[in-house]
């Protein structure tokens, strides 16, 4: 997404898991977002796939959002979730290979029960964890640590290359679908030989961790100096690190999170310090959707969805009218049941508005819901990207459909 010149800036909004599979009453369908339907009024609509087709134990955010922010379906075939949440890490020493370290529960025949998804166990169980380290282990921890100095994720840093990455955790898989690294499973369970448990609830129980996002350690070159007017914000580990990876500085925020309770106003205080900085390029990521959905609390996923419409897009609707914002792009960057807990294959909505371009009456003006737009194109995401700087109409990516193509 590049600059379109002039006064404003070029803002992308990625609502993380927001999308659901196409049906009838879905979590954009349920909610009431008046603020998003005003928006809906003045923009075009679409769908877009930054997963590039691929299936639902393929997906994932990292590669949703480097497409998003500009990377080639090419070059997010390599990239890692460990290696690039190492890109945050402390320490810089490292090689060999990478795992990103996810606490769940195990059932008796294996299968993957549950996995953490709730910020405070985390970081209670990788706490202890370090408590138990020595340091002669034949591997290393790498903690990204989030707000607070509290530790945000866990890196895993293994010698040589192991080769394998590991699926992400999804509710079912075997164990299988975990990285196979012995030495530290024997360790963990060595460590924990009763399981562990930071409130004693037994739907919070981990007895287990799932290596996954493997990758060779990232070369120092591998980071990119985030340019003064790329800004990225966003509370979330993966999201600062796929910033420095492409080339955005990262806001800095004291009170958002990545979840639910995320403070709103903090964020959008960064994306209006952007603004009056004359930022070209803007990244606001909200992650709460996504966490709900893994939750399987569609009442939750809801009732986010409405906090935002009311503090996030009534915001930006009045800045689109007083023309601070050049264009305005909100998506997400895959599918999130909340009645399966996984990410889930296929396209997502997409709303763009341009003031270089308004919008043209060829659909009728309906919501930014998965059923409205099921029927709408599917646009490269290629051509998607480049409508701030080549609104639809200008080039032949508007909505006749001859120079529309399905992401590949």
Sequence with gaps: MTGAGGSGSDLLVVLDGLAEPPARETTLATARTPFLDALVRLG?????????????GEISSERGIARLLGLSAEETRHLSRAGLLSLLSAANDFSGWVYLGTPVCFGPDGALLRYVSRQEDEEAF?????????????????????RGGGIDRMVVACPGRA????????????????????EFSQWIGRAFPGGFNPTGDPGREINGVWLWGGG???EGSFREEGREDRLVVGA????KALGLRTGFRPASLLRATGDTDTDLSEKMARVEEGLRGSCSRILLHLEGADMASHRQDPEEKRVFLERVDREVF????????EGRLTSLSVTSDHQSSPVTGNHEAGPVPALFLSRRRPRREVFPSGRMTEWEVRNYPVVCLEKWLQWPSAPPGEDGAGYPGKDLCLAL
């Design 44 to 56: 075009h609509l679409c769908q877009i796939d930054p997963q590039d087709g691929a299936g639902a």
């Design 126 to 146: 990788w706490t202890a964890v370090l408590s138990r380290a020595t340091g002669g282990e034949p591997f290393r921890f790498l903690p990204v640590l989030g």
């Design 163 to 182: 080769g394998t990455t590991g699926t992400p955790p999804r509710q079912g898989l075997d164990v299988f679908g975990n990285a196979s690294f012995p």
């Design 216 to 218: 060779p350690a990232p």
């Design 236 to 239: 979330t580990s993966l999201v």
């Design 314 to 321: 009534s915001r930006l609707l009045q800045w689109f009218g």
